[in-house]
């Protein structure tokens, strides 16, 4: 995708000042992109070429085909040379051991453009942001204004919660496989996840250990078991998205034999 190309057209139609673009710009970064899951994972097969490759790739906007990130070419080459080449604004990159993006809209006003600790999954969630953060106290409702003018409208956790039934474990997965299999989370690991655990914690339903299965080709096998339980319930990509699996402990055995994992649930 010529993602500076799209992005442009999509703009022209709209008459929005800059503090808008650069709004619009990182949502719509957050719909594409998603965390690269492979990062935290590579330590497991000792694979110091794909970390060093994932985070010091290079992105062109232009020719974008690939689009899981981790910060340091998030904030480098997808939002930092959007925001300049349509907009006016004044923004530089925060590099270190986790790079974000600095908005200075004036010497009073600065906001702080940090997408990958969340944004990537919530805004496919169509949630509020937690990541573009400003230095002024009223800066959640001068975002909430800038949103109605885009059109974005966070859902509340309760549009969520309300669809999980909660009578059993069994029906609490069933009913969290049913909402991410029609979300825009399904596709990558590290959104599915998000979206996962962020409503098992929304119910607050804490009874229950996970771990992540890792195969040599980085497939990913998220195993919850719930405490006092018998039953495992996995979250893997079988058929092009990711979807909750029931299965018994022998099944979650030879699944997960020749994988690895940071941490053992399985006893």
Request: aromatic share 14%; with cysteine; glycine share 4%.
């Amino acid at each position: 995708m010529d993602l500076l190309k799209q992005l442009d057209h999509e703009l022209s139609n709209m008459y929005l000042n800059d503090f808008e673009k650069v709004r619009y710009i990182y949502l719509r970064a957050c719909q594409l992109f998603s965390f690269d899951a492979r990062y935290n994972y590579t330590s497991l097969f000792n694979d110091a070429s794909l970390y060093d490759s994932i985070i010091n790739r290079q992105i062109d906007i232009s020719n974008v085909e690939d689009y899981l990130v981790v910060c340091h070419p998030f904030s480098r080459d997808v939002l930092i040379r959007l925001i300049r080449e349509l907009t006016t604004a004044q923004v530089e990159l925060l590099e270190g051991a986790h790079s974000f993006v600095e908005y200075k809209v004036n010497s009073e006003q600065i906001w702080f453009l940090d997408a990958t600790y969340g944004d990537l999954a919530r805004v496919k969630m169509g949630l509020d942001t937690r990541g573009f953060t400003g230095t002024h106290p009223y800066d959640k409702e001068f975002l909430s204004e800038t949103d109605s003018i885009l059109g974005y409208k966070p859902k509340l956790k309760k549009e969520y919660l309300s669809q999980i039934d909660i009578s059993s474990k069994e029906s609490i997965f069933e009913s969290i496989n049913i909402l991410l299999k029609n979300s825009k989370c399904q596709k990558e690991f590290s959104d599915a996840l998000f979206f996962v655990e962020w409503l098992l914690l929304g119910i607050n339903y804490y009874e229950w250990n996970n771990s992540c299965y890792v195969g040599e080709d980085y497939s990913f096998h998220q195993i919850f078991k719930p405490f006092e339980s018998n039953e495992y319930f996995c979250l893997d990509n079988t058929n092009g998205y990711y979807e909750i699996k029931c299965m018994n402990e022998e099944e979650c055995m030879r699944l997960t034999r020749g994988l690895r994992t940071k941490d053992n649930i399985i006893k």
